[in-house]
């Protein structure tokens, strides 16, 4: 198979995933953070506040930066609190996982033909199965 046909398959694998229920709820969580005021402000809050904040470390001003910081962290817990933002998330955790698992399978699939280089060990054999061959 030519490195165009396997380009080609790519993105219409590719597609396909886009398609996927995990890639949906992904993009349709994203969509509602975007559009949500609340998060929107809150976001825009922590820019402020980490602007401050570098300001008030360039300028040495401990007793400020340790207010700011303060301020920033609650701003942190609010903003990862909202119902939204967990669902957004959460969302990402799960396509993330596709995403490693996919990855995963082709590198498994790969490495039973030739050595590949996968999280900085060569994997080849069958991995390390009853015959524990690696």
């Given at each position: 198979m030519s490195r165009h046909a396997i380009l080609s398959e790519a993105r219409n694998f590719a597609a396909l995933l886009e398609r996927s229920?995990?890639?949906?709820?992904?993009?349709?969580?994203?969509r509602q953070v975007n559009?949500?005021?609340a998060v929107q402000q809150t976001i825009a809050s922590i820019k402020r506040k980490q602007k401050e904040l570098v300001h008030a470390k360039h300028y040495q001003k401990p007793e400020y930066s340790r207010l700011l910081e303060q301020e920033l962290e609650k701003l942190n817990w609010h903003l990862n609190h909202l119902p939204i933002v967990r669902e957004y998330q959460q969302a990402q955790v799960e396509v993330n996982g596709l995403l490693q698992?996919?990855?995963?399978v082709i590198a498994?699939?790969?490495?039973q033909k030739i050595e590949v280089e996968t999280g900085g060990e060569?994997?080849?054999?069958?991995g390390g199965g009853a015959c524990s061959c690696r």
């Open positions: 229920a995990e890639v949906k709820r992904f993009r349709d969580a994203e559009q949500s005021d698992t996919i990855q995963q498994d699939t790969v490495s060569t994997a080849s054999g069958c």
